[in-house]
């Protein structure tokens, strides 16, 4: 029996040039002629600029400019939701009728091997109940074969999950939860340079610390690739919740296996760690680091 693929969803908005870019490199995947793609658009703003009705628009035109997949499905928002109501209602309702889901946003170009990879990852690990979701992204560390790896961690850059784990997002984050008090909790819930902490305190308009920390909360895992499959090109001030202090540009364009594993990837989470520690201008790998890796396997 052939295995059922899963959807994908892809997120638009007001940007014409990056959507037409992540649907070019999505209808080239190999499988992207046998899926079905969800497409939602979301809404002008009050009072939004002609410019940015304009860029709406021709967003919405590039989006049924060709048949990106085998079927796509498009959904227009009449007025503005923003981009965390968007993800949290389309994700849901899509997952609940599919039982599984892939996510896109408009700024992420993907290898052509990514909807082989993540089908796969979602066929495997289906019935994992310690695995919470397939991801795409990988920062630029030097790994010694393409594989899988399982690390304790979510991305927001090209991911896919299950029904029965998505039930566990918990949109809200009471102030009194220990992860607010506990250092060792915040230890291993943070990152160096990176204080998810004060994310998850902070954050009002952004879905993706807090599917991180409903993962994070039951040690659940992800699987993760050694090498990247997607690139975000939306570190150009354009996007929602975006700067412009990150790169992301190399995409593997080779396949990479996806193992069946139980538990952390120690080596290649040391270097997942040891490349934050760099990027905050700290010395090479450290026995506060090997301690870090240790706390998050207690």
């Known amino acids: 029996m052939k295995k059922k693929l899963a959807p994908i969803v892809l997120f638009v908005y007001n940007r014409p040039i990056h959507t037409l870019k992540t649907l070019e490199a999505l209808t080239n995947n190999t499988l992207a002629n046998e899926s079905t793609l969800y497409i939602i658009a979301d809404g002008p703003m009050q009072n939004a600029s002609d410019e940015n009705i304009l860029a709406i628009k021709k967003t919405r035109e590039i989006i049924r400019k060709e048949k990106w997949c085998k079927e796509v499905i498009i959904e227009e928002k009449e007025s503005n939701k923003g981009l965390a109501p968007s993800v949290i209602e389309g ?6 009728k ?3 889901i892939i996510v896109l946003e408009d700024d992420l170009i993907t290898s052509i ?3 082989e990879f993540m089908n796969e990852g979602l066929y495997k690990y289906e019935k994992k109940a310690n695995i919470y979701s397939i991801n795409s992204h990988m920062f ?3 790994a010694k074969e393409s594989k899988s790896v399982l690390l ?5 850059w090209g991911w896919a999950t299950w029904k029965e784990k998505w039930k566990c997002f918990e949109v809200n984050t009471d102030i009194n939860t220990p992860i607010f008090t506990n250092p060792h909790l915040q230890n291993r819930f943070n990152l160096p340079s990176y204080d998810y902490t004060q994310m998850l305190l902070k954050a009002k308009h952004s879905w993706g610390i807090h599917w991180y920390y409903s993962v994070f909360k039951r040690n ?3 699987v993760f690739p050694t090498q990247s499959l997607v690139s975000n090109i939306g570190f150009d001030g354009s996007g929602v919740n975006c700067g412009t202090e990150l790169t992301s540009s190399f995409i593997h364009q080779g396949k990479i296996k996806v193992l069946i594993e139980d538990t952390i990837d120690i080596y290649f989470y040391s270097l ?3 490349y934050f520690d760099k990027k905050s201008k700290s010395k090479a790998l450290s026995t506060r680091i090997i301690r870090r890796i240790l706390n998050k396997l207690k």
Do not use: A, C
């Open 140 to 142: 630029p560390i030097e």
């Open 91 to 96: 994700v849901t309702n899509i997952v609940n």
């Open 98 to 100: 599919h039982e599984k």
């Open 220 to 222: 659940g895992l992800g």
């Open 272 to 274: 997942y760690l040891n």
């Open 152 to 156: 304790p961690m979510t991305t927001t």
């Open 113 to 115: 091997h990514f909807l």
